[in-house]
């Protein structure tokens, strides 16, 4: 009787998404660093474009980002007059962070940062993988232990 095999690296499906989201890292490095922006500061300003004016704690939570991770990429946006931050009138615990003119004209910068093409995937394969990397990342969080 033989031996099962043993599982090999590349068999693993979290390396596959671990090593893909550092294929996005490289492919991003090039147009991030003309923006002056490291992925995670676009992603934040992406999520303010969406919605101005929101929590930080709200940005945390979309972005899957631990306070003690945001506020330092928020401090450095702020640094660089892309985005402010402000005690909330209503609420002085709640800080919210919005964009400044200069954070809403990179928009203008960055429209052209689709990297669909370099993917490989056709623009029917796209979306139905996107959602299925969107399913795994939702059920990982609902499995994570002390979520319900």
Request: net charge positive.
């Amino acid at each position: 009787m033989s031996k099962p095999a043993t599982p090999q690296l590349a068999d693993f499906l979290c390396f596959a998404v671990y090593s893909a989201n550092l294929a996005f890292g490289k492919a991003y490095k090039p147009i991030l660093d003309q923006l002056g922006l490291t992925y995670t500061q676009y992603i934040a300003i992406i999520a303010l474009w969406e919605e101005d004016k929101q929590t930080v704690s709200g940005l945390g939570e979309k972005l899957f980002l631990e306070s003690n991770t945001l506020t330092p990429i928020l401090k450095k946006l702020e640094a660089m007059g892309y985005v402010h931050r402000a005690r909330d009138a209503a609420d002085e615990r709640v800080v919210r962070v919005g964009l400044t003119p200069s954070g809403r004209a990179l928009r203008e910068s960055a429209l052209n940062m689709n990297l669909r093409d370099a993917t490989g995937l056709t623009p029917e394969e796209f979306p139905i993988l996107q959602k299925a990397v969107v399913k795994l990342r939702n059920n990982l969080v609902k499995a994570a232990p002390g979520k319900s």
